[in-house]
């Protein structure tokens, strides 16, 4: 037994691969567009709906906001020298990096100015910013 298709269910069979095909691009594409909305970079670190910072790299959440040592370089009397420095940032748990907070004009903040201006700019009624079990400073 053969099975031979006449140009009427040819055409038919076509058109239904071809809608079938446009679906699972449509569901692809809406897909990824729902897991690209749901966090927003503000201050080089990601936030998600509930205002917690989010790695930029692993996505993952960053831990307590706190105070780092480091060293920068300066030129003194001719010689570059070492000065020690401190600078506030969250350290990323899963992949150990250290991430600061920037604003648009390439200026340090700190977590509380961060978490004012993202209140100020998109937070709606009822926000997240007055619940007890927000993320604080000192609880990631």
């Known amino acids: 037994m053969t099975l031979a298709l006449d140009a009427p269910h040819l055409l038919g069979l076509a058109g239904a691969l071809l809608a079938l095909g446009l679906a699972a691009y449509l569901l692809v594409r809406f897909l990824r567009y729902q897991r690209a909305r749901r966090y927003r970079r503000h201050f080089q670190v990601l936030w ?5 910072p989010r790695c930029p790299r692993c996505r993952g959440l960053l831990g307590e906001w706190g105070m780092h040592q480091s060293l920068k370089f300066e030129k003194h009397a001719g010689r570059m020298t070492q000065v020690p420095v ?6 990323c ?3 150990g ?4 907070l920037v604003d648009e004009d390439g200026f340090e903040m700190d977590y509380q100015q961060a978490l004012t201006r993202l209140g100020a700019e998109t937070t709606p009624a ?8 927000e993320l604080t400073p000192g609880n990631p």
């Open 48 to 52: 998600d709906r509930k205002l917690r």
């Open 86 to 91: 401190s600078f506030g940032a969250f350290r």
């Open 93 to 95: 748990e899963p992949c």
């Open 97 to 100: 990096t250290l991430v600061r």
């Open 126 to 133: 009822g926000s997240t910013l007055s619940r007890p079990n």
